[in-house]
Every structure is written in C-alpha cells, then in structure tokens.
C-alpha cells in the first residue's frame, strides 16, 4: 500500500517542553494506524502539527512523496485531512446539513446564494453511503452522541478527505455504537482511505486497527502490524511495565459489613436491586451502557430518590436524601464524567480538592488557609498529582491528573465508603496503572469500594466479587474466581446464570 503521508523527525518545543522529539509516522491508503501512548505521550501534538494548528520546528512531512507545509488549518483541510475530535466541535442548534456543510457551502451556479437544495441531497446521499438513517433536518442536539459521531464523519467525507482522523471515537458509545462505527470505518478503508485511529482501548485497537505506531515522552517508540503484536509488548512499548502490573491487586482478607442495599427501585429505572460491600472489598458493577448501575448508585449517594427499598450502614437502616447526608455518613462518589461533574475546571486544584470539606475549614466564616494548604498538600501529593502549583487551574491539567483531582477531592472527605464511576475511563496506562494501584492501596486500609465500569480487564483485574446488570435489574452475582469475559457478556446482554449465580 501506498504511503499518502510521511512524517520524519518530527520535533515541536512549548516553553520548558519538547513535546516531539525527532517523531517518525507514516499513513498508508486503505490501512487503519491507530497511534498509541500515554496522555503526554504527543499524539495531539502530532495530529495538531498534522491538522494545521502548530508548525513543527524540525523535520518534513510528505504527501504523496511530495514536502508540503501545513500553514494552518485550511491548508490541511484542503490536502484533503479531516480530524474527528474526541470532544464534538460542532453546532448543537443547527441542522446535520447546516453542520457538515460549515464553512464549504455550496452556492448555486454563477450565483454567491448559497445552494440548499443542493446541499441537502449531498447529505442525504453522504447518509445513505454510510447506511446512516438521520435525518438532514434534524438539529444536532436531537441526535445521540454516536449520531453527532457519525454526523462528523460524513462532513469529513464531504471535504473529499482521503485521510481521517479519529481521537477516542469509541469513549462514549455504547457496544451496538461502536459496532455501528466499526462499520463505517471498514467502509471507509475499503474505499481506500486512511485512517488514524486514537485509543487508550485495547480492544478497539484489536478489532479495527491494522498498524501501530506507539510514542512515548514525545519520542518515536516502534511500530508494527496489530494482528503479529502480542497485548503486552505494547504496554511494555508505552509505558515500560508489564500488562500484569497493570492490575496490581491486592489480596485483602474482606472485614464486616459495612453497606447494605435492599430490594431498591426507582420506577422505570432500576428494580430490587440488592447486594451487600465489605470492608476492604472492591466490589465490581459491570453492564452495558443503560444498565442502570450508575442511577442505582446515584440513589445510594441520594443524588436521586429511590422510590422503594431499603439502605443499612454498619446493620442501621438509614434514609439518606441528599450528598450531604450521604457524606456524613461516610459515603463518597466519584462520578463519570470527571468535567462536568466531577470538577470545577476553572477553579484551581487547592479549591477543588477542599469544596467538599469547606465548611469544616471555616472558622466564623473565616477560611482556615493552612489547614486548607495542608489537606491539598495531602492529599495531592498521595495522588501524585503533576503540577507547577496548588493554585493551578483544573482546566490546564492532563486529563489522568483531572481525574486524580477528582479521586484528591473525594478522599479528602475521609469516606469510610467510595463509589467511583469509571475512575479510568478516557485517561492513559499509565494513569490507569496509578490509579488501580491507589485504589488496591485503599481496600487494603480497609475503605470498602464500588467500582463501576465497562472495561472487562479492570472488573476482572480488581474486583473481589462482581455484580452484573441488565436493563435495570441485577443478572448474575459472581465471585472473582468465577468470573470471566463470556461469563460477564452474556450475563450483561441479558442472559442470566443459572439462579444460584444470582
């Protein structure tokens, strides 16, 4: 296969930062690259210097065999380069048409009126190209978050674009999503074009990339063919560990019971949901998305009202009504969606990491600054937290250290019970080592942990037993030595194990 785009020594400095150092990549017609590492690891600064925003300082780019210059992003654009970025960047209130055809209107002929009709049926032809049933009138905020995926595909396609880039297109779809994407994906490669496809998933990588290019600390690492690559040795290319160092569980005998959930529904929602955590245990939530594990969680922490059953901390019935009766009771939840939810972004980490906890630091309405100074010192530094300063904001961090930030935050209340919400998800190997060892660390404290997530290695690499849900209601209970991949998919698609499983 043909080469359409070379990268050699790439290099690219920020002040006090070398982001890319002497960086090789190339893309081939038909192929998909999927471009690997840690956060940090320069991959966006090489889809940015790729796409336009930043100029390298060193080094050429070659397309077709020929040296061009990406001067911005028009120049990249009209090369015939489109970026589809993890976070949207389109127009909520506009149509999918008004959407794709931003910024390269069509416009009738010898007229400057912009030609509708024209751009519709190229929508519409681009959809059904795709085997896509959107509408071309729709807005996008009325389209799901694989739609809006989608929807940015199909304006890549409409740019003429032989190269597409895609940064963490799989992040929040659920798995009838992403086989949708797979989908398209294998159409565009038969159709000839190239595909750079971004991942911390490995699973992605495995069931959709052909080649891989793995960076590390900004410097070229190696490369090869997915299907010849053994797991491990791209970990060990990525961050220099092994991929059994990446559940670094440890073995903790279970104390009494501390939380129980009784039959607990909320109408619509979730029904009899019932299980019992330990102290010292990792207790695992795995299902698809819609399964209901976060809105039963959601109710454990009175964030929402279940509308029947029963929760007992340490053998006590207790109501809870809000977070702030859940935290005075020992209970902490770490949320999915670390941004929206989970921080302020733009406070700085020192507020973020005391919000909870204000109250208890004021003093006739007076803020307790070395107290505050010394619980963020704490408790960002048990985080391992990469900073200039505490007063830094949230917003200029890595997406590993928001989320660290959030973990800072939560464990700063001192819960004797934590509920996380995928803590990994979106954040690098790295990272994610880090933080299944910290949360190894603190069931070995004896805090008693729920782990929610999608990730089928992480359920089975760290919990002490896993609950499965479907649709609302609970599927299988199991063991960690009776768990495994099958096991939780089947139980997760709705097909229970026999009773005494459940």
């Known amino acids: 296969m043909q ?4 990268c050699h020594r790439i290099t690219k400095h920020f002040p006090g930062i070398k982001a890319l150092d002497e960086v090789d990549f190339k893309i081939r017609a038909g192929e998909v690259h999927a471009l690997i590492g840690e956060n940090g690891a320069g991959k966006s600064t090489l889809v940015k210097i790729i796409t336009g ?5 060193a080094g050429v780019i070659l397309q077709n065999g020929v040296s061009v210059e ?6 990249s654009q009209l090369a015939g380069i489109a970026a589809i970025h993890q976070e949207a960047t389109m127009f909520p209130e506009l149509s999918v048409t008004e959407n794709i055809y931003m910024g390269h209107h069509l416009t009738r002929r010898r007229s400057s009126l912009l030609d509708w009709k024209g751009m519709k049926l190229k929508t519409r032809s681009l959809l059904e190209t795709l085997e896509l049933e959107i509408n071309p009138d729709m807005k996008l905020k009325d389209l799901s978050v694989a739609q809006r995926h989608m929807v940015e595909i199909v304006k890549a396609l409409s740019l003429d674009a032989r190269i597409v880039i895609m940064d963490e297109p799989t992040s929040a779809l659920s798995l009838r999503e992403v086989e949708d994407l797979y989908k398209i994906i294998r159409h565009l490669r038969s159709e000839g074009q190239a595909i750079v496809f971004i991942s911390h998933k490995f699973e992605d990588i495995y069931e959709i990339a052909d080649y891989f290019t ?8 190696g490369e090869g063919i997915v299907a010849e690559t053994e797991v491990d040795e791209i970990v060990r290319m990525m961050v220099g560990r092994s991929l059994d160092q990446m559940f670094p569980k440890t073995k903790v005998k279970l104390g009494d019971t501390i939380l129980k959930v009784e039959r607990l529904s909320k109408t619509g929602i979730f029904k009899d949901i019932s299980f019992d955590l330990h102290r010292g245990e990792i207790l695992g939530f795995f299902g698809l998305v819609g399964a209901g594990r976060s809105e039963v969680m959601r109710a454990v922490f009175g964030i929402d009202r279940a509308t029947s059953g029963t929760i ?5 019935e207790v109501h809870i009504t809000s977070p ?8 902490a939840y770490v949320p999915e969606d670390r941004q929206l939810q989970g921080t302020i972004l733009d406070m700085s980490i020192r507020d973020n990491i005391t919000l909870p906890i204000v109250e208890k630091l004021a003093s006739c309405s007076f803020l ?5 100074g010394e619980i963020t010192r704490e408790f960002g530094e048990r985080m391992e937290i990469k900073t200039s300063g505490w007063d830094q904001a949230v917003n200029s961090l890595s997406g590993g ?8 935050k939560w464990l700063a209340t001192r819960p004797e019970i934590l509920i996380m919400d995928e803590p990994t998800k979106g954040i690098d190997v790295a990272t994610k080592a880090r933080v299944h060892e910290f949360i190894s660390q603190l069931a070995a404290e004896g805090l008693a942990i729920i782990l929610i997530s999608s990730e089928i290695p992480e359920i089975l690499g760290m919990a002490d037993r896993i609950v499965v849900m479907h649709e609302g209601k609970i599927t299988a209970r199991l063991d960690r030595d009776q768990a495994d991949s099958e096991t939780l998919v089947k139980a997760a698609m709705g097909n229970p194990l026999p009773q005494e499983a459940v």
């Open 214 to 221: 793995v960076l590390r600390d900004g410097r070229y690492i």
């Open 70 to 75: 990406f001067r911005n992003p028009t120049a």
């Open 312 to 316: 007992s901390i340490e053998g006590a």
């Open 3 to 6: 080469n359409v785009l070379e």
């Open 368 to 372: 307790n600054l070395r107290k505050e």
């Open 401 to 408: 250290n928001q989320q660290k930030v959030v973990l800072a």
């Open 324 to 331: 702030p009766a859940a935290m005075n009771r020992g209970i």
């Open 53 to 57: 925003i930043h100029q390298p300082d």
